[in-house]
Each structure stands twice: as C-alpha cells, then as structure tokens.
DNA sequence: GGGATGCTTTGACGGCGGTCGAAGCGACAT
DNA sequence: ATGTCGCTTCGACCGCCGTCAAAGCATCCC
C-alpha cells in the first residue's frame, strides 16, 4: 500500500535542494554572491535585513546543503557561492523568477526599482547599466584591458592610472586587488569592481556625479554626472540606459 | 529602517521559484514529467501517493508558476513540462541533489532501490540500465536510427521491423508515434519509447524476460530473458548493469 | 588587561503551508 | 436516467521552519 508512493523512493531529493533556495532570506544571499565574491556573514545579515543568528542558522543550511562554501578568517566567516553548476542554478531559477515580484502597485516603488536597474551600489561600487557604460568606455579608451575568459583577467593600464589621476581619483593603499570583475545578474555582464571601482564610486558620490535615492541601494546619476561621464569618457549626456523612457 | 532590507527589493523573486519545487510532492511530480510524456492529474496522484485534492492543488501551483502546462480533455487533465527551461532547471537540481535520499536503512529497502535503477518501467515501457544497453544494442545493429539532436529524431528501420517480426512482437494499430526518446533521469541518457517500446516492454513481460517486484515499478530481468537478449541482440548474459556486484 | 567586534547557540514564538476527508461538479458509459 | 469516474472546492488539523532577543564564545585592538 505505501509501497505506491514509488515517486518517493527514486534516491533523487529534488526538494531538499530547491528548499534550501525557497526563502526569502536564502535567496537574497544567493543572489548577493552572485557577484563571486565572498562576503562575510555580517555583510549578508545586513544585506538581507535579518539579524546575524538568523543569518548563521540559514548559512549553515546552505553550507551544509553544498550551496555555499564557507572559510574562516580570524573572526569573520568569508561565503561564497560553492560551485559553478550553483552558480547555472540560480542563473536558471532567475531566468524563470517572476520580475517585479507583486510589488510595484505604486508608481513610486515601480520608478525605484527601475532606478536599481540603470545605476546602484553593489557593495562598495557601481552596478546597473550605467557600470556597464563606465567599463567599456574606459576599455575603448584604453583606460582598462579586460578579458572576461577563465579566469577572468582584468587590469589598469598605465593610461588608466594616468586617467585616474587626472580625474582626481586616488587609490587608498591596500592589499585589495585594484581591479576585479563582478557579475551582474540584471546585465548578465561583468562590470568594474574592486579598488578602482570602489574609488571610482566613492569619488562619484563625493563630487555629486550619482546621488543614493532614499536610503536604497538605487542611485540616480546627476546631471552633473551625465556631464563628467561625457568630458572624461565621452559617455553620452543621455544615457542609452534612460534613452526612450 | 525597513529600507536596509535592500536584498529583498531586487525585482528577481528567485525563492517562489524554489518553492514551488522546495515540496516532495511537487518534486515527485516533476521528476515523473521530466520522461517529456503527458501524464493525467490522477496518474501523478497515485505515482506520488497523496489524494487527488492534494494533487490538485499542488498541480494549480506549479501551472500557476509556470513550471507545467496542463490541457484539458474530457474529464481528464493532462500535465507536462512547461518548457525547455524548466527542464533544465530540474536537471541541475537533480545534480545537485542528494542521492539515496535517508531512506536505505534496511538491506531490502537498498536492495530493491538498486533495482529500480537496473531496469524498471516507465509508463509502459521500460527504464534503467537494461534499457539503455538494449537501446544501444538496436543502434548497432542498425535496427534503429538515434540521432539526439534538437529535436531528437528516432525512428525504426527496415531492419528493425523485420526484427520485431522475428522476435514475435506486433505493434497495435494506432496512431501512436513509434518510436520516441525518453528521458531518464537515472542515467543522464534518453531510452527507447513509443509504440515499439510499449510492445517491446510488453512482449518481455509477456514472454517472462522480466518480471514486476512486488507492485512497484522495478524490474527484474529474469536468466530467461538475460538469454533471449544474448540471442536476439547480443547482450551479454551477465549485464554490465549488476556486473560486479 | 579590558573592551570592541563578529559570529554562534539557545529558547520561545508565530505563521505559513501541506495534508486529508467529504461534498460537489462535470464528463462519460450503459 | 442512473452510475461511475476524474477532478475540484472547502474546511479543519498539525507540524515545520523562519524569526528574534539574549547570552555566550572567539578574535582582534589598544
């Protein structure tokens, strides 16, 4: 009689991995480190607006389900996406995820989280589309060389730090690699991280290039910025990314 | 202060899809569809061992979220994969996914899980490791044409129809495709289905090649048939499928 | 040493969701 | 017309799991 419940007993628990990427919180990590960086637990804990014991219960599931692979550095606790067949998981959930969940009943929230697709801070620098201009007009101009193969190569060149300097950008000493490739979900394209990408953001907030919209993650790039954008890299004063809308 | 939950504002709901395959049921459901075939609300009921109440509502969700398509005739309600994505999606879950689930604790349990992935029955037709090596053994001997393109296209040859007529097995008249490529999870690999390998299955069960364990779906191929598949396709008498166990 | 800071453990609370049985409804067969 | 079959709806029950606060532990800094 229980012997029918055959398509229980196939030795393959399908549900026990989409489990683990069934709640809010989970999913939200996951999608953070879709950048193939490792962040730290605080880090994902604030990210996703929970408090750090909720946080280390669900990334205990994740590391335990071999969704995320985690290592330990002092007191911090470094995650990272476990593997690259997780990472074409995801991919593929978010291909097929609803967008715009149910929430943009209000224009105002509709109007925001089209702000986070053009411009918005991914950890400490530039995403969204406007990243993507920023990267390949620096590429074009022989700013940055950048080879997206296995591993992903990316440098300044000396007309870069050249570039940099004559922006007025300067780069903090520090062991952190100055340029880095981080995967963007929306574009499905790399944009400029590490220390030059941080640098460049917080140079662009400082001189008022982009402004944070409320205290979101979006950002709305100024007119100001449009222009500096247009002097130092020849991006148009309007940008493909806000062109016909 | 709500705000900060910025990890949950992304606009890519990737946990409602997890979810809808984060439930056992669910999950059974779609590993039984993932043979491409149309099954009925009632047939994925029983398979799974739940009441059709619970099948109902758990096929509105996963319709409903766009993973299957369902059709209605008559009184029935047929239900397959939504899409090629969907598909895939499954299959790297299933990669990901533990094997052997917790289940195998008694030997018998283990023992009759092992048979299942020997050979068993899909639909009307048969699965497993004997399957593909009969498959394969078609193939060779030109009896079959198996090209796994997009889409897979299979067909009988002449001198497989003078085969089938040797061995003994008529097909009914129907409309039915003859052949077509099944996919089994098990193995990663597509078997033979369709007319011929409804009849095929048929005649061996007729015949005494294989016989039912128990009321499941899991087969054993008896030492008559390991011989008539020597004869009549050269098989090995001992399968690579238990050799070495 | 003392005091931050980052993470983990524990315990308690609350809600969501999976389950079934029973009743209802439509399609089909005789 | 009557019965059967396949599916759906409804209502009720129950267990699981995500959440937090508080306390604890380890590491780092001064």
């Given amino acids: 009689m229980d012997d029918q419940r055959v398509g229980r007993d196939v030795g ?7 489990r683990l990427l069934a709640d809010g919180t989970r999913a939200a990590f996951c999608l953070a480190l879709l950048d193939g960086r490792a962040w730290t637990a605080g880090e994902l ?3 996703a607006g929970v408090t750090q014991s909720t946080a280390t219960s669900h990334l ?22 476990a593997d690259r067949r997780v990472f074409e998981l995801i991919e593929g959930l978010a291909e097929l995820a609803p967008r715009q969940p149910v929430r943009p009943r209000s224009l105002t929230v509709a109007t925001r989280q089209q702000a986070l697709l053009d411009a918005r801070l991914c950890y400490d620098h530039l995403a969204g ?3 993507l201009e ?22 300044l060149t000396d007309r870069g730090a050249a570039w940099l300097a ?10 952190r690699p100055p340029v880095r490739a981080c995967l963007d979900w929306t574009e499905r394209r790399t944009h400029l991280a590490g220390a030059v990408g941080g640098a460049l953001c917080g140079h662009a907030l400082a001189a008022g290039w982009v402004t944070r919209v409320g205290t979101t993650r979006a950002l709305r790039v100024t007119p100001l910025g449009r222009q500096a954008l247009h002097d130092h890299l020849g991006l148009p004063i309007v940008s493909s ?4 809308r």
Same sequence: chains 1, 2.
């Fill in 134 to 155: 920023i990267k390949d007009a620096m590429v074009e101009r022989g700013l940055l060389v950048w080879d997206t193969g296995q591993p992903a190569a990316a440098a």
């Fill in 241 to 244: 990314a806000t062109r016909g």
């Fill in 12 to 18: 393959v628990d399908l549900a026990a991995v989409a």
């Fill in 129 to 131: 589309a406007v990243a």
């Fill in 60 to 81: 205990n599931l994740l590391v335990g389900g071999g969704l995320l692979a985690d290592e330990r550095h002092g007191r911090h606790r470094y995650l990272r996406i």
């Fill in 166 to 175: 004559d922006v007025g950008i300067v780069l903090p000493a520090s062991r």
């Fill in 45 to 47: 804990a604030r990210y």
